[in-house]
Structure formats: C-alpha cells, structure tokens
C-alpha cells in the first residue's frame, strides 16, 4: 500500500522560505515510485483544495500561476520523496499542503495527511 508523509510545513514570515518533503513508501520493482505523478496541493480554510504544481515520470513540471517564480518542485527518485521549495512566500499561500501521487492524471489515488504552512509577520 502507497503512504505519504509530508513534513517541514510551519511558521514562516512573509519574504521568507519554506521546503515541503513528501517522504513515499510501499513501492516495489511492480509498482514504481518512478512511474508516478507527484503534486502538492493545499486548501485554505474555506475554500477548495487548489493544485499548486506537478512533476511527472519524465520529470515535466507545471504549476498554478500564483506560484509561479516562487515554488519549485522537485523529485528525488533515489530516495522515493518529492519537495516542494516556496520562497519569497505570501499570506495568501496559507493553507494546509498535501502531497499527492498517482499513475496517469491528476489528482493520483494516494494522498498525504497534510502539512500546516502559515505566512505571518
């Protein structure tokens, strides 16, 4: 069975950084974690659970254009996780960021429990 675990989510000011990991297990030579879609996600409260950005198999990136110059994913095959870098953050990225992995579109079968990030001076 495919779980996530998402991690480094907390308190940071506006301007500053934050690195989301996705730590990914239950993968086996039939069910590769390099054959997966990998994407964050996040909801603040009240409204709906937005896609923030994407990586692929072939390591093809997309993301939603609010983060656009700011967010970096990344993927680590070796290690089975996925990352997210957020830098020069805003209030409005507020939200809990969930990790979400699948074969083909999105959003993939398996979701992480989520990681509370807050922007606040």
């Known amino acids: ?3 996530l675990v998402e991690s480094g989510g907390g308190l940071v000011q506006p301007g500053g950084s934050l690195r989301l990991s996705c730590a990914a297990s239950g993968f086996t030579s039939r069910v590769n974690f390099v054959w997966y879609t990998l994407s964050w996600y996040r909801q603040a409260p009240g409204k709906e659970r937005e896609l923030v950005a994407t990586i692929t ?3 093809s990136k997309n ?4 983060v656009k110059g700011r ?12 990352y997210l870098q957020m830098n020069n953050v805003l209030p409005e990225d507020t939200a809990v960021y969930y990790c979400n992995a699948g074969v083909g579109g999105v959003p993939g079968s398996y979701w992480g429990q989520g990681t509370q990030v807050t922007v606040s001076s």
């Open 71 to 82: 967010f970096t994913i990344g993927r680590v095959n070796d290690e089975n996780t996925v």
């Open 1 to 3: 069975q495919v779980q």
């Open 63 to 66: 993301y939603v254009d609010s």
């Open 57 to 59: 198999s072939g390591r």
